[in-house]
């Protein structure tokens, strides 16, 4: 019952002959099935000798990095899953005669369209499967990057209102930023300077921008300087 090891010719064959006409081992999306069965060949398939493995193997590692968030069972081993009968037959006396396998195959000819509507109604579902796997996946969002900065804002002289300087620094309202704490820090001659530190989202806030912002206010500030910057 179920797969043989992966790792004979045997297993391989069996593996391909179950996904020519299937895109997942069990249902119609990928599931822990396909996960067990991938992480059970110890390589990429032959293309030339597996074909239909080798799609499904290429088509399964793009979910590599979603494989424990897929449904389904991780404890089971992959020989659990695929044929109840072993289509691998090693006993020449268990495999149908040319003759029944022919017969079967003039069956086949003069079948009904059944097969076919319920080929259609799988591909449908499957489909209807990925395309909602694939919007759920696409909904994820990114926490957005941000960088925690340190500016240096220095004024003309020791008589500058550092108080206003600060007041007038921080209604700079931009989308992304963030203001954090201040400090006055002594430089020379009574003068000090105040650093701050702020949080922006580096896709919305330029730092350059902010300090050509804080340094319009020509009254109090002289020059800005960027002490650090690390990212969040």
Known sequence: MGFADFLSDAGLKMLNSWLTTR???VGYGPSQADVASFKGLKEQPDPAKYPSAH???K???SYESDFS???GDPSKAYTTYGPEKNEATLNSKDAPSTADAKEEDDDDLFGSDDD???DAEAVRIREENLAAYKKKKEGKTKPAAKS???LDVKPWDDETDMKELESTMRNIEIDGLTWGASKLVPLAF???KLQVNLVVEDEKVSIDDLQAQIEADEDHVQSTDVAAMQKL
């Open 148 to 150: 925690l900065v340190t």
């Open 23 to 25: 895109s997942y081992i």
């Open 190 to 192: 009574g003068i000090k």
């Open 55 to 57: 799609r499904w193997y």
């Open 116 to 118: 076919e509507e319920e």
């Open 59 to 61: 088509h399964i590692s």
């Open 69 to 71: 968030s897929l449904p």
